[in-house]
């Protein structure tokens, strides 16, 4: 069946850094944008980052780029979220998703993964 399965989230201190990765299953990934979306508490679901299917091009949010970096390896079927100077107001749920948000896809699917929590503390 479908499955995303993120991980790699934790606690750190405000200007760490932070690796998720989310490994994907029970489809053809390279057909597929993947994006990064988070949750804050008390905060609605946003967008955070998408990679395009086709020639792996990248969005960002403003609140996060130059800080974080996307990418992909199709070969593991596994996207990354590099998160870098990590500040306390990015604390959240970090959900990957073929929701292809801001990006090219190629195909569309409904997938969701259960998250990760990344904590930043000041």
């Known amino acids: 069946q479908v499955q995303l399965v993120e991980s790699g989230g934790g606690s750190v201190q405000s200007g760490g850094s932070l690796r998720l990765s989310c490994a994907a299953s029970?489809?053809?990934?390279?057909?597929?944008?993947i994006a990064w979306f988070r949750q804050a508490p008390g905060k609605e679901r946003e967008g955070v980052s998408c990679?395009?299917?086709?020639?792996?091009?990248?969005v960002y949010a403003d609140s996060v780029k130059g800080r974080f970096t996307i990418s992909r390896d199709n070969t593991k079927n596994t996207v990354f979220l590099t998160m870098n100077s990590l500040k306390p107001e990015d604390t959240a749920v970090y959900y990957c998703?073929?929701?292809?948000?801001?990006?090219?896809?190629?195909?569309?699917?409904?997938?969701w993964g259960q998250g990760t929590l990344v904590t930043v503390s000041s």
């Open positions: 998703t073929t929701d292809p948000l801001w990006c090219q896809t190629d195909k569309d699917l409904d997938a």
């Open positions: 029970g489809f053809t990934f390279a057909y597929y944008a």
């Open positions: 990679i395009s299917s086709s020639d792996g091009s990248t």
